[in-house]
């Protein structure tokens, strides 16, 4: 992969910049590589250099990025999956769209989802940000199916806290998989002083650090769940 600065803005060259129809509306979706789907949501508003490389990593893995400009999502994953085929499709969340790769399970089409630092409700640390009857429907569905969630968050984090794994974990026993970095495991170079993003400003990109370690085991889980 050819590296690219992470302190200007990502001009996406790589990627195809699609309009597409769903639900009614045109949503802008860049979509790069080939193989099963995944759906790569963005930390905030707009696609920051680090979430663009971590998507090329997930596209160098042997998958199709679809990674969403905006916050809807389900229609998406079916499309996804019916372009490109496979055992289904994979949805990472990042900060504030963290909670939404679980919901998103409510879509058949989702086999592998992955929470990194969910921090949504901010003013709620044991939120999970999801409706009870959707979060009942969604357990149901992973025990059915066999499935699990994949879940990451540095221990410090003033964001996504303890608490909020232990709910998930409460809520769904075995079925959720939660990884706590220790905070010194975050690039101390990152402009956020809080430890909190775990594959993209805080990554340290070197054989052998924890967020790169997270980030591998992340690109496993989705070759497990979604390639023949």
């Not at 399970?105 to 901010?122: D, K, N, R, T, Y």
Request: glycine share 8%.
């Amino acid at each position: 992969m050819t590296t690219r600065p992470l302190d200007r803005d990502d001009p996406l060259d790589d990627f195809d910049r699609r309009t597409i129809r769903l639900l009614g509306t045109d949503r802008l979706v860049y979509v790069t590589g080939g193989g099963p789907a995944v759906i790569v949501m963005t930390e905030m508003p707009g696609i920051s250099p680090h979430v663009a490389r971590f998507a090329r990593w997930v596209r160098d893995a042997g998958f199709t990025v679809y990674m969403p400009h905006t916050l809807w999502l389900r229609a998406l994953a079916a499309l996804a999956h019916d372009e490109c085929g496979g055992k289904g499709v994979g949805a990472i969340g990042m900060c504030f769209t963290g909670n939404f790769a679980l919901s998103m399970m409510l879509e058949p089409a989702v086999l592998a989802p992955v929470l990194a630092q969910p921090s949504l409700p901010l003013n709620d640390p044991a939120g999970m940000h999801i409706a009870p009857d959707e979060l009942a429907a969604v357990k149901a569905r992973m025990e059915a199916e066999d499935l699990t969630v994949l879940a990451y968050r540095f221990a410090g984090d003033k964001f996504c806290k303890a608490a909020r794994f232990a709910a998930y974990e409460d809520a769904l026993g075995e079925r959720f998989v939660g990884r706590v970095l220790p905070d010194e495991a975050a690039n101390p170079d990152s402009p956020m002083k809080n430890p909190h993003s775990v594959v993209t400003i805080h990554l340290i990109d070197e054989a052998g650090q924890p967020t790169v370690q997270a980030r591998d085991e992340i690109l496993d889980f989705f070759k497990m769940r979604l390639s023949d």
